[in-house]
């Protein structure tokens, strides 16, 4: 599977951003996805999962309730809306794909994953 992530742009503090990863194959929905970040002189870091029909989800504590992540499989498209922002959410922000067997499997572990997106840069300003 191809990924292909967009959405990213410089917001403002307190603002909100939604992204997106489309996927390229058939069997998209098989598929459990997440997202993570990579902030300038950071590791790349666990932001967000989600089971293949989006009944399980998972995320980072410090990003609960601001981040959602959901997805539609007849688009083929995993979201991660952002709201409240802040400046320490600057990172490129990339999308994870993982053939899966059972819809009750979440990865958040990045070496978990076998398919990468190219990343999109979220930069939030003051």
């Known amino acids: 599977v191809q990924l292909q992530a967009s959405g990213g742009g410089l917001v403002q503090a307190g603002g909100s951003l939604r992204l997106s990863c489309a996927a390229s194959?058939?069997?998209?929905?098989?598929?459990?996805l997440g997202w993570f970040r990579q902030a300038p002189g950071k590791e790349r870091e666990f932001v967000a999962a989600?089971?293949?029909?989006?009944?399980?989800?998972r995320y980072v504590d410090s990003m609960k309730g601001r981040f959602t992540i959901s997805r539609d499989n007849a688009k083929n498209t995993v979201y991660l809306q952002m709201n409240s922002l802040k400046l320490e959410d600057t990172a490129v922000y990339y999308c994870?794909?993982?053939?899966?067997?059972?819809?009750?499997?979440?990865?958040?572990?990045?070496?978990?994953?076998?398919?990468w997106g190219q990343g999109t840069l979220v930069t939030v300003s003051s």
């Open positions: 989600i089971s293949w029909s989006g009944s399980s989800t």
């Open positions: 194959g058939r069997t998209f929905s098989t598929y459990a």
């Open positions: 994870a794909a993982r053939a899966v067997s059972n819809d009750y499997v979440l990865y958040y572990v990045l070496s978990e994953y076998d398919y």
